[in-house]
């Protein structure tokens, strides 16, 4: 799998499926999870209620991934992901990983070639910039997955230096 950095909006990547830093609740929130609920539209949120009425009563554990449809964005999937709150307990970093390996095997489940990933954990959930972009690569670098290419879409300038440097110290 080819692994790009973008910096941007990731509402805006013409992909299969975007991932959704989201919370355990699924129906919608601040950052990216704001965001892409904004720009999907209403059938984000219907099907995501619909979710919770069934698989998921108590939200989505973190760690975990699901997907919906896209709504009104350029996507045909969104996979809603749950990152954890950062606070350095030892395991954590396994449980930010498991966000991007679940979201490649939703995305293999649904058929997809091309994912857009945000940086997750890393808005107000706290996870430090550096180590965030570091789970993500090795997560996305080791994974297993009939998907062909892994945007990482950055959220601002020093986000996309932090990934640039990271992905050239990885070679």
């Not at 919608?28 to 539209?41: L, T």
């Not at 670098?141 to 230096?161: C, H, N």
């Amino acid at each position: 799998m080819r692994i790009e950095l973008v910096e941007g909006d990731i509402t805006a990547q013409a992909v299969d499926a975007i991932v959704n830093a989201a919370n355990s609740s699924l129906l919608g929130g601040g950052g990216v999870d704001g965001a892409i609920h904004r720009g999907g539209g209403p059938e984000i949120l219907a099907e995501c209620r619909e979710l919770r009425d069934t698989r998921y009563p108590d939200g989505l554990p973190a760690g975990d991934a699901v997907a919906t449809t896209a709504g009104r964005l350029a996507a045909r999937w969104v996979i809603h992901t749950v990152g954890p709150v950062y606070s350095g307990e030892p395991g954590q970093a396994g449980t930010l990983r498991s966000c991007y390996t679940r979201s490649l095997a939703v995305a293999d489940e649904l058929g997809a070639e091309t994912v857009a990933f945000p940086l997750i954990s890393a808005g107000a959930f706290g996870w430090p910039l550096e180590d965030a972009v570091a789970q993500a690569l090795a997560a996305l670098g080791s994974a297993e997955t009939g998907v062909s290419e892994a945007r990482l879409v950055l959220f601002g300038a020093d986000a996309f230096q932090v990934a640039e440097r990271e992905m050239r110290r990885r070679g």
